[in-house]
């Protein structure tokens, strides 16, 4: 290939895959300008809780200047004043990260922007949560479904007018909710109160480790389980072969001749009896070594809950139930002495 070819070739892929990584970019522009399209005509016939979100997701899409303003303008309309404000702030952020030419490019956005941070900022209602005095340790607090920091508690949050939901609980407790609704410019200071666990909730009992006389246990139970199932089904199964005896044998009035489903039934009688036997013996004696290995277990672990402690102290020798409290400066040693 000549070195004209080459380079043809090479500028036929360059732009093959500038093409392929623009297709997505493209995408997202197109749906970020329908969205924003939407969002606008939702404004223009004053519906604003369809139109602030539509502008907003057309911002995440394509993070554009002028989006980022309108988006703050629906939500000033809205009445949303605190995220009106933050938005106008977000905006001018941006703004001033532009390029001079681009810049241009926003006209009079940036002073409107500030002149509506001035405007709003007053009416922006200011909510103080805190906790009741002997609130219990570790309470967990949400403002309109957002988990708020421990931080956040005794401080001025700003927050949009309107109704807010405060919901608030600990570890095995009960959920506790409280509604606080606030005019714009109004400060509200809200002291919560967490209610505690109930005192008689079951506590959660480890169950005892898997020993080995357990798990043999276990497993000898469950076979003599097994075992009684097998002898219950076998032994129904000789009733009804016992059942045909009658019905097909007697032939002629001699007890011993049988027909040939007579004959057949005795066979199955015979089979099913023995398994049935088999069954009902090998079963209860597994049961009863498994329950004899259980109760062994039960009794070591009461055993070993009751054996005396040796506590050593400084200035004498004490012997106490494993369960008594150390004394202090004591150092206790678990087990037999």
Not at 142 to 157: F, H, I, K, N, V
Not at 229 to 250: E, F, P
Request: charged share 20%.
């Amino acid at each position: 290939m000549s070195a004209a070819g080459r380079q043809l070739l090479l500028r036929s892929v360059c732009l093959a895959v500038v093409t392929a990584l623009a297709a997505p970019a493209a995408a997202g522009r197109d749906d970020s300008n329908a969205l924003f399209d939407a969002g606008v005509l939702q404004m223009e016939a004053g519906r604003y809780d369809q139109a602030c979100p539509s502008i907003e997701h057309s911002y995440e899409l394509d993070p554009r200047p002028g989006v980022l303003f309108t988006l703050a303008e629906c939500q000033s309309k809205r009445g949303r004043v605190a995220a009106a404000v933050d938005r106008y702030g977000e905006y001018l952020r941006l703004y001033e990260a532009l390029p001079p030419a681009k810049k241009k490019l926003q006209t009079n956005r940036p002073k409107t922007a500030r002149a509506q941070i001035a405007a709003l900022s007053p009416q922006i209602p200011k909510l103080v949560l805190e906790l009741a005095l002997g609130a219990p340790s570790g309470a967990l607090i949400e403002l309109d479904g957002r988990a708020l920091a421990a931080s956040a508690l005794g401080t001025s949050m700003p927050v949009d007018p309107g109704e807010h939901v405060v919901r608030t609980s600990v570890a095995n407790g009960p959920l506790s909710e409280t509604r606080v609704t606030l005019a714009r410019g109004e400060s509200r200071r809200v002291v919560l109160n967490v209610r505690r666990a109930p005192a008689d909730a079951p506590a959660i009992v480890a169950a005892p480790p898997l020993t080995g006389k357990r798990v043999v246990g276990l497993v000898l139970g469950g076979a003599g389980l097994l075992g009684l199932g097998v002898g219950i089904v076998a032994g129904t199964a000789a009733l009804v072969n016992k059942s045909d005896i009658v019905a097909h044998c007697n032939v002629g009035g001699i007890a011993e001749a049988c027909d040939h489903q007579g004959i057949v039934a005795a066979n199955h009688l015979e089979s099913a009896s023995l398994v049935s036997t088999v069954g009902f013996l090998a079963g209860g004696a597994f049961v009863t070594l498994g329950v004899v290995l259980l109760s062994q277990e039960a009794a070591d672990l009461k055993a070993a809950a009751a054996k005396p402690a040796v506590s050593v102290g400084p200035r004498r020798l004490e012997v106490r139930a494993a369960s008594a409290g150390a004394t202090g400066g004591s150092v206790f040693l678990q087990g037999a002495w």
